[in-house]
């Protein structure tokens, strides 16, 4: 694979972290018990880890229905990854992130907006389907699957402990790692881009012109 263990673990730690579950994760269940609470973690996690599966299972298949190129999935991906890393950086409208206070609190928050689009993001999801996509090898398939399921288990204790977690970072903090990771995500993007143009020849015939 191009794209080493080491991008798709921040890939994965960035693209489906517990960071923005946890924010509305604490807002949604203020008022629930502890065992509701740990009840929603758990079904967050479990749908959030099948979908992300599916698609690490699905990822060529899907390519072949849909009649779309591995460089155009890498292209397509590379773009959506670097429009999420700029607003990360750049900051987005904080009315995105607010949570409308006429959602009934039920166990049914753990599908929506938790599990998607908030953990297995649209982003992650189209990044899985570029990795496995090329053909990687079943061991590859499986250790991909593998840090899934690390994630998510990581997941499911932040969500657990999100309260006390998030108010030791305090804002600023949280700002200033944003930021950051941000500006690591936009660079992968950018090579994930670059590796579908080079794919589609078109940096070699740049090379050539000049």
Do not use: C
């Not at 079904?43 to 099948?50: C, E, R, S």
Request: glycine share 8%; proline share 4%; aromatic share 6%.
């Amino acid at each position: 694979m191009e794209i080493g263990i080491l991008d798709i673990i921040v890939l994965l730690l960035i693209l489906m972290g517990p960071l923005k579950p946890a924010i509305v994760f604490v807002t949604l269940t203020a008022k629930s018990d502890a065992k509701f609470r740990r009840r929603v973690a758990l079904k967050t996690v479990v749908t959030a880890t099948v979908v992300a599966v599916l698609f690490v299972l699905a990822g060529e298949f899907l390519l072949n229905a849909f009649h779309v190129s591995l460089p155009a999935l890498k292209m397509a991906g590379g773009l959506i990854l670097l429009l999420y890393a700029l607003e990360m950086v750049i900051g987005g409208d904080s009315k995105k992130d607010d949570v409308k206070e006429d959602i009934e609190v039920s166990s049914d928050i753990a599908v929506f907006p938790l599990a998607m689009p908030l953990m297995a993001t649209p982003q992650a999801l189209v990044a899985l389907t570029t990795v496995t996509a090329s053909k990687p090898e079943t061991s590859e398939l499986l250790l991909i699957v593998g840090l899934i399921f690390g994630v998510m288990i990581l997941n499911f204790f932040f969500l657990l402990g999100a309260n006390k977690i998030l108010g030791a970072i305090g804002p600023a903090a949280l700002k200033v790692v944003s930021v950051i990771v941000g500006l690591l995500l936009a660079a992968l993007a950018i090579q994930l881009m670059i590796w579908g143009l080079t794919d589609l020849g078109v940096l070699e015939a740049l090379d050539a012109a000049h």
